[in-house]
Antibody
């Protein structure tokens, strides 16, 4: 069974960089699939942040692209998110997920981590 | 404001059927496949439907999906109190210079 677990600081100061890691078990990242980050502000809907392939190829939400870096460490079977210059608007539950590709190339997320709340506050 | 439009809430009695709509455009639903997610209170989203109408292993056939033109619909029959959750649709959108994954704003299902 594929399992994902997010980890990282729960509190980040404004203007600093948010850093999270997603540890994957039950599946080797090197075997394939894209791996993504999605966030959900308190009481609001889902927002896709970006995704990475095991080779390191990435694609990001254009609205966040200038501040986002996603990387992968296949030796540790994990991938990471960095979001720079954070503000209170970046306060959210951050989820990592495995991304599959449907027919015609439409992505969807079949396994999700439990999520981790990151609060941006001084 | 979400690219995909869902009703904020729907409700129905136990045992009844409910449908949740997801409206988009030719830049997203019209030319891509739709997925649906269930988010029980305080938990992570769970994949219910992918490829418009396919269910992952373990998802009961009470849940169904369909797509027509630029809209998609999630159907739930034989409603149970355990189905009370937020439901989200998702797809790919190519309206910007670079594409992106987009989700609907979510629909809260209440089982009366």
């Amino acid at each position: 069974q594929v399992q994902l677990q997010e980890s990282g600081p729960g509190l980040v100061k404004p203007s600093e960089t948010l850093s999270l890691t997603c540890a994957v078990s039950g599946y080797s990242i090197s075997s394939g699939y894209y791996w993504g980050w999605i966030r959900q502000p308190p009481g609001k809907g889902l927002e896709w942040i970006g995704s990475i392939y095991h080779s390191g190829s990435t694609y990001y939400n254009p609205s966040l692209k200038s501040r986002v870096t996603i990387s992968v460490d296949t030796s540790k079977n994990q991938f990471s998110l960095k979001l720079s210059s954070v503000t209170a608007a970046d306060t959210a539950v951050y989820y990592c997920a495995r991304q599959d590709i449907a027919a015609a190339g439409t992505p969807y997320f079949d396994y999700w981590g439990q999520g981790t709340l990151v609060t941006v506050s001084s | 404001q979400s690219v995909l439009t869902q009703p904020p809430s729907v409700s129905a009695a136990p045992g009844q059927k409910v449908t949740i709509s997801c409206s988009g455009s030719s830049s997203n639903i019209g030319n891509n496949y739709v997925s649906w997610y269930q988010q029980l209170p305080g938990t992570a989203p769970k994949l219910l439907i992918y490829d418009n109408n396919k269910r992952p292993s373990g998802i009961p056939d009470r849940f169904s999906g369909s797509k027509s033109g630029t809209s998609a619909t999630l159907g739930i029959t034989g409603l149970q109190t355990g189905d009370e959750a937020d439901y989200y649709c998702g797809t790919w959108d190519s309206s910007l210079s670079a594409g992106r994954v987009v989700f609907g704003g979510g629909t809260k299902l209440t089982v009366l």
